[in-house]
């Protein structure tokens, strides 16, 4: 696993051992930001990330690679904490970032009520937790941390069909690749 673009192009992260945790390959960040970005580089500068369900880490320090201002990480697992924490060191990310160790719904609570704003939210518990990604699609649809501006994707299972709505979230893209969907949301 690795940096695709940016400031941290080719440097190596590490991955929790084991298979807890599935990190969103390398392919399908590419695929992401080149959507994202669609073709200009400078897309995401200043940009404010939160990456849910973080895992590794990878899709918040590849937004901060390629310019964002801020990426907030948030994931319960100790080891995966633990991970993301030694993932920016080893790229010498000081500044811009920032690790929450606990539940996402808790800390999306927390969020709010220090009126955080995102401009693009990634959600990617693991594909089996239908739940989570129900519930924090419902919360983030109704929740004031995204603005009419805010791109809200959804990492999940391509034999599963998130749904096209949450609350004020609609979906308005579904890209596919390997076994992985990403659905893209917004506000109405």
């Known amino acids: 696993m690795r940096v695709i673009a940016g400031v941290y192009k080719s440097r190596p992260l590490r991955a929790l051992p084991g298979m807890k945790t599935r990190p969103t390959s390398d392919r399908l960040r590419e ?7 669609a073709g200009d580089p400078q897309a995401l500068a200043g940009s404010v990330w939160l990456d849910l369900f973080a895992g590794t880490g990878a899709v918040g320090i590849e937004a901060l690679s390629r310019g964002a201002r801020q990426a907030t990480f948030v994931d319960k697992n100790k080891a995966a904490v633990k991970v993301i924490g030694e993932n920016l060191r080893s790229l010498g990310i000081r500044d811009g970032a920032s690790v929450v160790e606990g539940e996402v719904g808790r800390a999306l ?10 401009d693009y939210v990634f959600v990617d518990p ?4 239908e739940e989570a990604y129900r519930d924090t699609l419902m919360f983030l649809g109704k929740s004031s941390i995204v603005s009419a501006s805010t791109v809200v994707v959804a990492e999940h299972d391509k034999r599963e069909d998130l749904g096209e ?3 004020d979230l609609n979906r308005y893209r579904v890209l596919e690749q390997g076994d992985s969907k990403l659905s893209f949301y917004r506000k109405r």
């Open 31 to 37: 695929t992401l930001f080149n959507v994202l970005t």
């Open 109 to 118: 609570k927390d969020f709010e009520a220090k009126r955080f704003v995102a």
């Open 126 to 129: 693991p594909y089996a937790l």
């Open 165 to 167: 709505a949450f609350e």
